[in-house]
């Protein structure tokens, strides 16, 4: 089955007084119709910059956008400005992080997402609703066009659990309704968890790691998803035991390290030379992706001895 979305060779760039942050450099992935790719990574790894590229949202001013990103058999990067803002709503479309602010199709969207007497709280302010409330007409205002690609960015940023879980169940039921290729922005492992077919770890504007949920949370490659999934709270963990953290801070885009952009925090650093995004060997055609200098040998050792016991 061919992708409905396929991203290749994606680059972002900002040209700052600075220096040129490469917010993005060198991303390819494919999704199908109907299924669900989360992206996950720290904040400034490029996954919202990755979302806002492919819906066009990065034209002009300082960025600089190469690659192709093909939506439906249509290539977005070269197409006109007025074609992209076409398809934005009608074919695509994103619930952003946090939202505050959007009769007849509104008041039926709202309906569906589950806010209570919307005939009548249509005409609210964003300050009346709630946060979970405010999430879910911003999911609305997102399907009201019925897109087949949907782009959620952090759908759950700052709501308790409760409502997490109401958020995320919405998402799913919203999504075998519609049909839509859905993309799950975020940090938090245990909503990609929850919704997610397929995971792509980024770090320093690139995939580090690729592979099925299951391949990535049970058979983990890269240190920084060993990293990611060691920082996770765990209903099965012993609340006693502390949380691993990964030590120092995302790097700068403007300067990366030479290298692997994870080697100056990666305890296991590996070899000079920025390793390529290859298929991990014992599960050749399963399509489990890593970029990392260790060799296999060496990551499955680490991982069985270091690792495992703490995930």
Known sequence: MSNFLEVNDLRIHFATDDGLVKAVDGLTFGLERGHTLGIVGESGSGKSVTSLGILGLHRGGSARVRGEVWLDGEELISAPREEVRRLRGRKMAMIFQDPLAARRHAIDMLGRVGIPQ????IDDYPHQFSGGMRQRAMIAMALVNNPELLIADEPTTALDVTVQAQILDLIRNLQAEFGSAVIIITHDLGVV???????????????????????????????????????????????????????????????????????????????????????????????????????????????????????
Request: hydrophobic share 35%; with cysteine; proline share 11%.
């Open 118 to 121: 919307p005939n009548r709280r």
């Open 193 to 311: 968890a929850e919704l997610a077919e397929n995971l792509l770890v980024m770090y320093g504007g690139k995939c580090v790691e690729y592979g099925s949920a299951d391949q990535v949370f049970r058979r983990p490659e890269h240190p920084y998803t060993w990293g990611l999934l060691g920082s996770m709270p765990r209903l099965d963990r012993d609340v006693r035991e502390r949380l691993i953290s990964i030590k120092g801070s995302p790097p700068s885009l403007i300067n990366l390290p030479s290298g692997c952009a994870f080697h100056p925090r990666c305890p296991y650093a590996g070899r000079e030379g920025i390793p390529s995004l290859t298929e991990v060997p014992q599960l050749e055609g399963d399509g489990h992706l890593v970029a990392c200098h260790l060799p296999v040998a060496t990551r499955s050792r680490i991982f069985a001895e270091d690792v495992a016991p703490h995930l």
